[in-house]
T-cell receptor
Framework: DAGVIQSPRHEVTEMGQEVTLRCKPI?????LFWYRQTMMRGLELLIY????????DSGMPEDRFSAKMPNASFSTLKIQPSEPRDSAVYFC????????????FGQGTRLTVV | DQQVKQNSPSLSVQEGRISILNCDYT??????FLWYKKYPAEGPTFLIS?????DKNEDGRFTVFLNKSAKHLSLHIVPSQPGDSAVYFC????????????FGQGTELSVKP
């Protein structure tokens, strides 16, 4: 398996524009997580899905952020409109939740909003 | 409310010596703990884990110790190698959380040749 695949790797956008980040989890994994890494807050969980259903979105900072998982092999995180303070590295991770086990991370998307 | 804390942002160790990275947690419901390693421009990769029913887990040069009464865990790397230089994250979860991990802030380890 190729692991968790995220795209794009880098995104530079202007303030006010819509940004969509994409993730393909590892096949067979039934949980998917979106994390954001910043210097100030470290790795913080934004939202996670179990069997394509959003379970906990309490980490989503504002209504400008939304996430979807239309099927088991694809998820998106959308920011509309984007702001400079959204600049961060966004990670997607997936895991099997039947037992306590590790989550596997993608390489991340570095987002810069200017 | 930071449930998982890594109070040392950085650590520098000589090659061949022991590296000890520390992590504290506040939520007594946590029952599974993990360490991740992260290189620049890459995603975190899983290193080692421990269940709350154990107090030690060893994998090669890496050993994780858990002290439940103190709500403290540590990662020992011995001997340390320059390739171990990375940011190390402690994470915790508990049953029925769907694998949701709560991470510490990370400790940047530098192993000097």
């Amino acid at each position: 398996d190729a692991g968790v695949i995220q795209s794009p790797r880098h995104e530079v956008t202007e303030m006010g524009q819509e940004v969509t980040l994409r993730c393909k989890p590892i096949s067979g994994h039934n949980s998917l997580f979106w994390y954001r890494q910043t210097m100030m807050r470290g790795l913080e969980l934004l939202i996670y899905f179990n069997n394509n259903v959003p379970i906990d979105d309490s980490g989503m900072p504002e209504d400008r952020f939304s996430a979807k998982m239309p099927n088991a092999s694809f998820s998106t995180l959308k920011i509309q409109p984007s702001e400079p303070r959204d600049s961060a590295v966004y990670f997607c991770a997936s895991s099997q939740t039947s037992v306590n086990t590790e989550a596997f991370f993608g390489q991340g998307t570095r987002l810069t909003v200017v | 409310d930071q449930q998982v804390k890594q109070n040392s942002p950085s650590l520098s160790v000589q090659e061949g010596r022991i590296s000890i990275l520390n992590c504290d947690y506040t939520n007594s419901m946590f029952d599974y703990f993990l360490w991740y390693k992260k290189y620049p421009a890459e995603g975190p990769t899983f290193l080692i884990s421990i269940s709350s029913i154990k107090d030690k887990n060893e994998d090669g040069r890496f050993t994780v110790f858990l002290n439940k009464s103190a709500k403290h865990l540590s990662l020992h790397i011995v001997p340390s190698q320059p390739g171990d230089s990375a940011v190390y994250f402690c994470a915790a979860t508990y049953y029925n959380q769907g694998g949701k991990l709560i991470f510490g802030q990370g400790t940047e380890l530098s192993v000097k040749p």
